[in-house]
Each structure stands twice: as structure tokens, then as C-alpha cells.
């Protein structure tokens, strides 16, 4: 079995030496297989017609690839991939591994995937293996092999493709092979048993370990799991998968040095530290389905796209799927309106992709997915409204190379870190209601809203080039990574942090003498005790003063889950409990450190509340002012050495006028505006400034 080295990406990357991506990609995951081959001609010719320039192939091929083990089957994949670059499509190649074939399981009943409580999960769906199988990953390997030695030189190789979602369905695996792969982890971590004693605090309930084979994943246990263990545990699964991708990746630098490979991520996906992959990779994939009937969905499309941007920092990043139409996994699958499937196309190209991709080409006749829409729809081409915004979406896309090399220059970033999510959301916490993504919409959202574009960092990122960091609940953080960014605060950054951060280490042992240790001298204060509310509960928070705005003094905002109790050590308050034994006490702090300055909100409070709050602190750190449009607009920028463009998205169903400061060209009609335009419903506009002289 091959355990490859999980810093891989300190090696130097390999230099792409030619130019293997079209400049805007545009395409879908092609299942020839699931075709007659009297199809296949006809899918190349559409793909030419909706103007495609790549498909994404062999994603699910392994039981055809290998019928039997060691028995092989690659004509029909090489007459595929000869047609499509017949057409001048590019292929994104699939190693195939993502749902292993039946023989697997018959032959290795041990390498199929166990759930805490022991059940084993079966072939017949997909994803269906141990990420830490050795039968699994061999098969992994060797077929991997034969795919990149046969198609090395096929000229419409232009990415590798690896497996497909890991962690989609089977993120952790409690097997025998899983514990003693876990064992393994823990050495290298540890060291000594003595070392995981003490990480572990196992001094509590009588858990102390004398040898290592004594040690188990946290399977269903009579009452809360060891929590350091089960935290190595997400921590080791969330590795695991990586080892798997990093295996398929060295074999394929090996044969191809050359050739880009990635693999599709699913966003906020919880059991998955992609920041550990994402340097990994040479372009980073986004799966994306934003539910059409959540009012929420479109901003949290925008914060999984601003957080792909970010992984990518500076690499190419493609939505590598998403629906035409309507998916067929939610209750109700509602249809994306008419003009929505290209508005939130460009939502993505806005926030830096440089592809949009579709699952899937045709739409299945059979299968689980039959019901999931496609770029050919079950009606056919002639006739149909998906076909024909696929292919006005594909002509306008391919008419885009120049913005090819444009990104985002943001001036606020958010802290977001896979571990301290992990820790805070583990059992036999003082509140069951503290939620990760809860708190971090409740900042991204505000800004989303005012239009002010936002980067996703690491807690040990460079946070010099911001002027605003944003801290929601980074309960864990390690010594080093607070004094990053207290030295942050200190060279003259501003921080916004929120209640329940700083709390503990890596080990989740608790930082004493007072809540926010770490931070105590960054934030000017201690917090003495903290007090969850019941489900309903609220208090309410009064402005105590706002240099900015002497009138503000006495509004009032309500808030709710939790309060801080504070004491200061420097800091001053903003703004003050009104109800509760702590009433008057601070809620809302600032304190100038060094050149810098750190607000600290001790509550979650509503969103007039955080509106007024991120408005002030960014126009006190001078962020530039972002446009002002109406309501359920969306605008974001692009840039590059020649210009920015500014894209202009209406997610509201009725057209809407936008004031212009300057004059501005739209480059999608070639018009230049004066003062105003019209955006009509789900319209877009990408305006680039200063106008051509000379032009219409
Ligand atoms: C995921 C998978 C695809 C398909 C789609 C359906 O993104 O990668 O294979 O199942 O979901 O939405």
C-alpha cells in the first residue's frame, strides 16, 4: 500500500508547459457510457453547437474499465476521446476511482466502508470503500497507472480528473483497517503513548492508554467520546482522504508532469480540511448547488465561491458542476427560472471562476439520476429552454478570454479554520446551538448585503494585505496563530471577533485565567464567565457611544444564544447589556492596540446590529466604498493590469436602474452607458471603465 507524504505541495509544483485549459472553460461530465455509440457522434456535434470546449470523462468508469480484476476494457474510452478531439473538445480524464466495481467488495468484503455503530455500507450506490483499504487503494493505483500511461500523449488530454467528491458520502470509516491505520496517524503525532496521554487528558474516566493497540476510533461509545480523540479522529479521516488523492496525484506527476490535475470540492464541506488540499492542486473545482427555494442560498453560493478564490490564491478555480435546471435530490425539486441558470453562472465567474461546467451532459434515461437535469434534456434539443440558454451561455462564454487572467484584490478577509469548526461544534459544549457556519453568515452576509467583496484566509495566513479581519468563533487556536494575528493588529490591522474564540488549544484543552486568553492583551479585556441562552431567549444590546455618530447612542438591537461576561482591561465599550444581572455590562468593545484596533462582540446579535457595526469598522479602516445599488443586487470586481470589471447581477425577478459615477461599457452587448442602465430581471451586466475612445 502507498502512504504518500502528506506535505507534498512543499516539493516545488510542476510547471504546466502547455496551455492545456481553454481560457473559459465550459462543459459537463460526459457518461458516454451510459449511450449507445450511436449517440456519441451526435453528443460531439451538440457539445461543438453549445460551444463546449471540455467534458469531464470516466468519472464512474471503473467497472467498465476493469469488468474483472485485472481484466480490462479501454476501446470504448479510446474512441471516445479520439471523437471528441475530432470535434476540438478537451477531455478532463477521470482516474476512474471513485466508485469502486463490485468485485472489489466480493474479493475484499473488508475494504467496504463501517459506520460508527458498525454497520457496514454495501455496493449498489457509490463511494463505497475504506479510505484507508489497502485493497482499495491498490486498486486505486494500478488503474490510475494504466489510465495515464495509455492516454500520457492523447491530444485532448487536458486535466486530470481525481475520483470524484471524496468525503461526499463516506467521510469517515470505523473499520478494524481504520484503527489501526488511526494508530499509525497517532505515532506520528504523538510519539510516545505518553505524549497522546496527555493530549488526550485521559487522567479523566479512567482512560489511560498503556499500548497503542488498546486505542480504537471513537466508535459508539455509553456516553460523550474522549474529546481530543474524537477530534484526532476528524483530523486522521479528513487525512486518510487526502492520502488517497495524493497517491493518485504523485503517480500522475510521475507519468504527466505536466498536465494540471485536480479534484472537485463540495465548499463548506465539514469532515474535509481543503485548505491541506488546495495547495495540492493546479486548479481548484467547485461542485455547486445552491438551492433555488432558500432565500439564503444565493449569498452562500457567493461565500463558497469567495472561498474557492481564496483556496486557488492565484490558480485557476471552475465550477467544475452545477444544474441546468433542477437537481433530484432535495424534496421538491424546484426548476432555476428562466435567465437564473446564466445569472448564477456569472455569479461564479464574478467571484474569479474561469469555467462553468454542468453535471451533466446528456440526462440520464436510467439510473438514480434520470430525474437530475442536464445540458441535453430528456426532450431533446429542438424546442427546449435549457438548450437554448446552454448554448447562448456557451457563446457568451467563449467570447470572454479576455478577462481570463483577472481576480479579485479584496480588502477583508475572514478567518475561517477547518479545526477550530471541528472542535466547536464536538459534544458537552456549554451551548449545543453555537454553529459554525451560523456565525460565520452572520458576518459574511452583512458584507454580502453592502456589496463589500471578502477573501477567506487561514488563521497562520500573511494578514497584511487587509485592512479588516474578521474573527467569528475561532474558539481553537494555538499559541502561534493568536500571536499572528495580534501581530496583525498590532502593525495597524483592525479585527471584528465574536464570543466563544481563543477558548483552547490544539489539544482542545481549555486556555486558563479567563476566556480569550490568548487575545487578552490584543482585545483589552478578560471574559469571566459565559452564559448560553435557552431556545428563544433574547437580550438586548444599547449603544453606548460611537464617535462616528453621536445620535446612535441608546439604539437599540436585540440578541440572542449567548452573552460574554466581561471585564475590562483597556478596552472601552460600545455598547452594553440591557436586560439580565449583567445589564449595563460591556457587550461590544474596542481597544486600540498598537497602530491597530480590536473590536470584540461578546453576543450574536441581529442584523441591523451587524450591519451598523461592519459598516462603521470598515469605513473607519478605509476600506473602499463599495457601489451603491438597490436591493438584491449583487456586485463584485475582477481585475487585472489592463482593467476592472465589474459585474452587475440582478437576482430580482423585475429590471432594475443602476447609476453610474462614470461612464461604463458593458462587455457582453458592447454598449457603453453614461449615467444609468437597465438591468433586467436575473440580468447581468460586466462594466469595464474607462470606455474606448472612439467606440459607440
Ligand atoms: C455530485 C456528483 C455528481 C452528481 C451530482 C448530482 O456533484 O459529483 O456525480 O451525482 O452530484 O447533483
Sequence with gaps: MIYPDLNVSEKPQSETKRPFLPDIIYGGDY???????????????????????????????????????????????????DLL?????????????????????????????????????????????????????????????????????????????INNEYGCHVAECFCDQSARSFREWLKRRYGSIEALNGAWATAFWSQHYSEWDEINPPRSAPTYANPTQQLDFKRFSSDALLECFLMERQILKEITPDVPVTTNFLG?????????????????????????????????AAMTYDLNRSMAAGKPWVIMEQVTSQVNWRPQNVLKRPG???????????????????????????????????????????????????TALGAELNSLSK??????????????????????????????????????????ETLFKQNVNIDFVRPDSDLTPYKVVLLPNLYMVSEENARNIESYVAGGGHVVMSFFSGIVNENEHIYLGGYGAPFRKMLGLQVQEFDPYRPGQTNRLCLDQDTDNPEAEGWLFDCNLWSDLIHLEGAETLARYEQDFYKTQPALTRHHFGKGVAYYLGTHAEPAFMDWLLAKVTREAGVTPAPNVPGGVEVTTRRNEDAAYRFFLNHNSHSIEIKLDTPARDVLTNTLYIESFILEGYGVAILTQPPTPGEK
Aim: net charge negative.
Design 403 to 444: 478577462i481570463k487572467d483577472s481576480s479579485h484584490k479584496n480588502e477583508v478577509a475572514i478567518v475561517f479554520d477547518w479545526e477550530s469548526w471541528w472542535a466547536l461544534e464536538l459534544d458537552s459544549k456549554p451551548s449545543a446551538d453555537i454553529k459554525m457556519m451560523d456565525q460565520l453568515k452572520s458576518y459574511y
Design 85 to 161: 478531439n475530432k470535434h476540438g473538445i478537451k477531455v478532463n480524464l477521470a482516474t476512474a476511482t471513485a466508485s469502486p466495481p463490485p468485485w472489489l467488495a466480493k474479493l475484499h468484503p473488508e475494504s467496504l466502508p463501517v459506520t460508527k455503530e458498525g454497520v457496514i455500507w454495501w455496493p449498489g450506490g457509490r463511494q463505497q470503500y475504506c479510505p484507508s483499504s489497502p485493497a482499495y487503494r491498490d486498486g486505486a493505483a494500478n488503474l490510475v497507472r494504466l489510465i495515464a500511461e495509455r492516454y500520457q500523449n492523447h491530444p485532448a488530454l487536458a486535466m486530470w480528473h
Design 340 to 390: 437564473q441558470m446564466r445569472l448564477l453562472s456569472y455569479q461564479a465567474v464574478g467571484r474569479g471562476a474561469n469555467g462553468i461546467m454542468f453535471f451533466q451532459w446528456r440526462q440520464s434515461r436510467a439510473g438514480a439520476e434520470k430525474y437530475h437535469g442536464a445540458m441535453v434534456p430528456h426532450i431533446g434539443t429542438t424546442n427546449s429552454r435549457v438548450w437554448r440558454e446552454v
Design 268 to 300: 463548506f464541506l465539514k469532515p474535509v480540511n481543503y485548505w491541506q488540499w488546495s495547495k495540492n492542486e493546479d486548479v481548484i473545482a467547485l461542485d455547486s448547488y445552491p438551492d433555488p427555494t432558500d432565500e439564503h442560498s444565493i449569498m452562500e
Design 31 to 81: 457518461n458516454p457510457e451510459q449511450w449507445s455509440p450511436e449517440t456519441w457522434e451526435e453528443d460531439a456535434r451538440l457539445m461543438q453547437e453549445a460551444g463546449v470546449n471540455m467534458v469531464s470523462l470516466a468519472i464512474f468508469s471503473w467497472a467498465l474499465l476493469e469488468p474483472k480484476p485485472g481484466q480490462y476494457d479501454f476501446g470504448w474510452l479510446d474512441t471516445i476521446l
